[in-house]
T-cell receptor, first 118, second 111 residues
Framework: GAVVSQHPSRVICKSGTSVKIECRSLDFQATTMFWYRQFPKQSLMLMAT?????????EQGVEKDKFLINHASLTLSTLTVTSAHPEDSSFYIC??????????????FGPGTRLTVL | QKEVEQNSGPLSVPEGAIASLNCTYS??????FFWYRQYSGKSPELIMFIYSNGDKEDGRFTAQLNKASQYVSLLIRDSQPSDSATYLCAVNIPRNNDMRFGAGTRLTVKP
């Protein structure tokens, strides 16, 4: 089946530093990748959608200069949290879809990255 | 109206019972419907998808879709404690080529 990996699975950093999270589709080409954030006991919140080779589309309220997304290839997307602050501590999850269309195309999730900013 | 709505629960059923999870959606043009399971501290895992009206069965899981009522459900037969998780309904939104998730229903299966 479709496998999506994320690295690292857990990261602790100091306030003010930047953290990069990688998301890879291992056995399919991901035309579209998504980044979500989830706070404890809350629902998934979509942060941005990226298509390979294009700029990411950010959801309202998500700062694109703080959360840098690069989808440079069909198997890799990265999320960089710049100048991280404690309120950025959360569970970051990527997902990937093989096709461009949302219809009839499942999204497969990576295992998530737990970020803690001290 | 939210694009995808689910009862947040918690829904509690005894072991061996049928758990029924419901989801409604607002866009009549939606064509694809997905159920994901998310264990605490883990990422969502796809368990079923359904595209046509009616029932679709996979093991102990049955997805039911009624496009006229804009309603999709997931039935879990012979519920097990290991089914205890949050179940997320996801629906494609054609106008923006997107998929939206409901807030999830937390299911607890008591031994």
């Amino acid at each position: 089946g479709a496998v999506v990996s994320q690295h690292p699975s857990r990261v602790i950093c100091k306030s003010g530093t930047s953290v990069k999270i990688e998301c890879r589709s291992l056995d399919f080409q991901a035309t579209t990748m998504f980044w979500y954030r989830q706070f404890p006991k809350q629902s998934l919140m979509l942060m941005a959608t990226s298509n390979e080779g294009s700029k990411a589309t950010y959801e309202q309220g998500v700062e694109k200069d703080k959360f840098l997304i690069n989808h440079a290839s069909l198997t890799l997307s990265t999320l960089t949290v710049t100048s991280a602050h404690p309120e950025d501590s959360s569970f970051y999850i990527c997902s990937a879809r093989e096709g461009l269309a949302a219809s009839y195309n499942e999204q497969f999730f990576g295992p998530g990255t737990r970020l803690t900013v001290l | 109206q939210k694009e995808v709505e689910q009862n947040s629960g918690p829904l509690s059923v005894p072991e061996g019972a049928i758990a029924s999870l419901n989801c409604t959606y607002s866009d009549r043009g939606s064509q694809s419907f997905f159920w994901y399971r998310q264990y605490s501290g883990k990422s969502p895992e796809l368990i079923m998808f359904i595209y046509s009206n009616g029932d679709k069965e996979d093991g102990r899981f049955t997805a039911q879709l009624n496009k006229a009522s804009q309603y999709v459900s997931l039935l879990i037969r012979d519920s097990q404690p290991s089914d205890s998780a949050t179940y997320l309904c996801a629906v494609n939104i054609p106008r923006n080529n997107d998929m939206r998730f409901g807030a999830g229903t937390r299911l607890t299966v008591k031994p």
